[in-house]
């Protein structure tokens, strides 16, 4: 495969896009990712079934430094929790480790599908809506966030995301402020992206038919246009994030879940 001006074009832009949607929304981007690269790949000759797996990966690494640089904007606001980083980041790393290394093969089907439609469906109209969670609701414990870490970082395995299509509503729904959501989300991009690009590769080793430069199945070339790129506009995507109304914010992040769902939809309906 050739590295030809055309394709470093494209990266690049798709890295551009990742970057500012990273920050903005605490999302990794592995929704814009993953569908374009598969794409970008399949069109230079990539089979279908590892230009898929090559672009989740590759998506997934790309998150550890969109994470990175999109957290130190919202580092600098205050506005990371990183009482509750250290609470799910474990449960995180554990469920993406179980995602990246098989498990997810296993799961991957029509019923798996349509039911994560369903929920992230469900958590988008929760946003959109804007609905006010009980005062009372708090945070769970230790366990409770470690249980729910797990849940982030194997559905992010899945889809190759970073998570904050999961980890923004469930933040919300327990009365964190949606700027301190997304900006932790951001935060907690990095282990799901480290756990998930770890087994990627481990699994990845010796598969016949992965072009040159390619580790496991993350593609190298691709990961060094879009992460340079996406940590450019990545701190642009913060400080928008920051200056936007709190109600404005939540429905541009139920867009994004709604995309999502869409997607998973039609996985789920196509069969």
Known sequence: MTFEPLLIGEL??????????????GIGGGMLIGPFLTLILSARGIPADLAVKMAIATSMATIM???????????????VRWDLVKGLA?????GGALASLGVFALLKGTTLALLFAAFVGY??????????????RQMPGMAGQTATG????????????GGGFVSVPFMVAFNVPILNAVATSAALGFPIALANTTGYVWSGSGVAGLPAWSL???????????ACCSVLTAPLGARTAHRLPIAKLKRTFAMVLYLLAAYMLYKGLRG
């Open 216 to 226: 496991g199945y993350v593609w190298l070339p691709g990961l060094l246009v879009i």
């Open 123 to 136: 958590s988008a109209t929760q946003m959109f809506l804007d609905k006010k969670p009980k005062p009372s």
């Open 65 to 79: 430094f969109t994470s990175i640089s999109s957290v130190r904007a919202h580092h600098q606001r205050g506005a």
């Open 150 to 161: 797990s849940v982030i970082g194997f559905l992010s395995g899945l889809v190759g995301a």
């Open 12 to 25: 690049a832009t798709l890295g551009l896009a990742t970057g500012f949607m990273a920050g903005l929304l």
């Open 90 to 94: 474990p449960g995180i790393v554990l």
